[in-house]
Structure formats: structure tokens, C-alpha cells
């Protein structure tokens, strides 16, 4: 951390990699720093002009879930693990936003626990390691081909989205199986009624008012919807043409 004074400006500026001596007014301007943090006179700004690439090592984003996505995919399909990515990435995809911070993989499991199946998948894969955590039953998928890492909870199927994981609970984006979105908003509609996350509420709201047609009401629950539109009303409309469409 370097600390800049002038009779124009007074800021911190934290970053990541930076070498050689800038003023603060050429550090806004130059391609070169990576995302860096001004703290000026109790506002903070974040250049536009930084260069997408950098900021590859300080914040996951779409592209880079979806490579990780991509390379499990691939593993758990070699040895016949049924699965479904979900979270916020299926907006992020939808929607063509590049920012995305949250993925699961939802994984069937059968004769065998799903976290036991995906641990045996990626046993000797040099670009995955997974880390189990008993106390808390969670388990953690970590692609480190990219820098950070990229973590992929591990979701047991039925406990999360549904039990089955086929073709009518599954659909393809760019080549990677997602969870439908009927059951995308089931599963975000029963996570949003425990926490009452403002992310899983944007989700709901976005797949909602985007895609209300061609969502199956049977795999929505009437009465948590109803509720939701009481608080977020802005999906109330949405709801109100699925529910006319099924004759209800």
C-alpha cells in the first residue's frame, strides 16, 4: 500500500501488481494497473480503463465459472455421474453479465453418497482437488487451472433441486448441463424462503420476468410465490401471466 499527497489529491491506492512511480492522476489512466482502489476525499472510484484481463486474479467472473463448470463436467460425464450446475451463474449466462461469483454442481448419487462419487471422479485429476468438510457435511471441488482458484460446492441431489437429474430436469448452456429453469427457480425459491438472500431474490425476480413461459407451475411452489410477490412486486405481474396460462 502507497499513500500519494498533493494540493489536488489525497487518496490510498491499493493494488495487486504495480511497480515504478505513477501520480495519481496517471494511475487512472493507465491500462496497465491491476483493479486498482482510489480513495478520494471519501469516495471510491474504480477506473473503467483497467484492462478486463487483470482482473482475473482478484475476482471470479462468468467466463472463468464456466470453465471450471466445463472441466468438472467433463470428469464426473467420464465416469456416469449424473449432475446440473446451479446458482447465480445461470442468470450470469442468461443474461450475457460477466460478473458471477456463484456456482454449485448438484450430483446424484444412487448406491454411492454424491460427495464419494466425486471425490473417486476426480482422484489423480492434476487440475482439481477436492476438500471435505465432516462437521459441516459440505464438500468443495477446487479448479486450479485459473488464479484464484475457482471452489464448486457439491450438492447432493434431492436435498438440493431435484431428485432425478435427466433431460426434464436438465437443459445444456454452451455445452454444460444446468439445472432446468422451472427447477432453477424452485431451487432458488426454497433457498430464498430459509435466508432471504437480495441475490437469490434478483435471480428469481430476472428468471421470473424473463422466461415466465416457459416455466412449469407444477414445479413451483404456489404458496412460497405468492408470498414472494408480496415482497418483491416487481415479479407479481409475471406470476399473475404464469398462473393465467395454466388456467389458475
Given at each position: 500500500m502507497r499513500q500519494y499527497k498533493s494540493d489536488e489529491d489525497q487518496a490510498v491506492i491499493c493494488y495487486s501488481s504495480f511497480?515504478?512511480?505513477?501520480?495519481?492522476?496517471?494511475?487512472?489512466?493507465?491500462?496497465?494497473?491491476?483493479?486498482?482502489?482510489?480513495?478520494?476525499?471519501?469516495?471510491?472510484?474504480?477506473?473503467?480503463?483497467?484492462?478486463?484481463?487483470?482482473?482475473?486474479?482478484?475476482?471470479?467472473?462468468?467466463?472463468?465459472?464456466?470453465?471450471?463448470?466445463?472441466a468438472l463436467s467433463q470428469l464426473l460425464r467420464q465416469h456416469s455421474i449424473a449432475h446440473a450446475f446451479y446458482g447465480s451463474i445461470v442468470t450470469a449466462v442468461?443474461?450475457?453479465?460477466?460478473?458471477?461469483?456463484?456456482?454449485?454442481?448438484?450430483?446424484?448419487?444412487?448406491?454411492?453418497?454424491?460427495?464419494?462419487r466425486v471425490r473417486q471422479a476426480i482422484a489423480g485429476s492434476e487440475h482439481f482437488?477436492?476438500?471435505?468438510?465432516?462437521?459441516?457435511?459440505?464438500?468443495?471441488?477446487?479448479?486450479?487451472?485459473?488464479?484464484?482458484?475457482?471452489?464448486?460446492?457439491?450438492?447432493?441431489?434431492?436435498e438440493y433441486g431435484p431428485r432425478r437429474l435427466d433431460s426434464s430436469t436438465i437443459m445444456q448452456l454452451q455445452g454444460i448441463p444446468f439445472l432446468t429453469l422451472s427447477e432453477f427457480v424452485r431451487a432458488k425459491l426454497k433457498t430464498w424462503t430459509i435466508r432471504g438472500s437480495d441475490r437469490d431474490a434478483q435471480d428469481i425476480v430476472y428468471a421470473l420476468c424473463r422466461y415466465w413461459n416457459r416455466l412449469d407451475i407444477n414445479r413451483v411452489p404456489e404458496q412460497d410465490m405468492n408470498h414472494f410477490v408480496t415482497v418483491h412486486r416487481t415479479a407479481a405481474l409475471s406470476w399473475a401471466a404464469l398462473k393465467r396460462k395454466y388456467g389458475l
Open positions: 511497480s515504478g512511480s505513477l501520480s495519481v492522476t496517471d494511475l487512472l489512466h493507465t491500462q496497465s494497473v491491476c483493479f486498482l482502489f482510489i480513495l478520494c476525499h471519501g469516495f471510491l472510484l474504480i477506473p473503467h480503463s483497467t484492462h478486463p484481463s487483470t482482473l482475473h486474479t482478484i475476482m471470479s467472473d462468468t467466463r472463468r465459472l464456466l470453465e471450471a463448470a466445463n442468461l443474461s450475457d453479465n460477466p460478473r458471477c461469483d456463484e456456482i454449485f454442481c448438484i450430483v446424484e448419487g444412487g448406491s454411492t453418497h454424491p460427495f464419494r482437488t477436492t476438500t471435505h468438510s465432516p462437521w459441516s457435511n459440505r464438500l468443495h471441488a477446487t479448479y486450479r487451472q485459473v488464479i484464484p482458484a475457482i471452489e464448486i460446492e457439491i450438492l447432493p441431489a434431492g
